[in-house]
């Protein structure tokens, strides 16, 4: 049984930073590509960060300069470093996860975020 645990999320004041962590368990494969998403109240689920196994990585424009996304591939693990928080950031911050031969996805639970201005 695969699961993703997220950790981290908080209250913080804009201009503020917070860590995310996403620990994974079970029988995932280490060849995953791994990224975290954020959905806010009344809006749809979004792409913030993706990193590959081989360090390939990816931002949303949102984010970009601000954020940087991290793994830890023995121990299937991604971390998300959030920095110059703004409110409109607070959102639940989603792990993710997808096999990039098979295209098994998974996701967490998910962890808030609140920035308050």
């Known amino acids: 049984q695969v699961q993703l645990v997220e950790s981290g999320g908080g209250l913080v004041q804009a201009g503020g930073s917070l860590r995310l962590s996403c620990a994974a368990s079970g029988s995932i494969s280490s060849i995953n590509v791994m990224g975290w998403y954020r959905q806010a109240p009344g809006k749809e689920r979004e792409l913030v960060a993706t990193?590959?196994?081989?360090?390939?990585?990816k931002y949303a424009d949102s984010v970009k300069g601000r954020f940087t996304i991290s793994r830890d591939n023995a121990k299937i693990t991604v971390y998300l470093h959030m920095n110059s928080l703004k409110p409109e950031d607070t959102a639940v911050y989603y792990c993710?996860?997808?096999?990039?031969?098979?295209?098994?996805?998974?996701w967490g639970q998910g962890t808030q975020v609140t920035v308050s201005s």
């Open positions: 990193i590959t196994p081989g360090g390939s990585i």
């Open positions: 993710h996860s997808k096999n990039a031969l098979t295209s098994t996805t998974y």
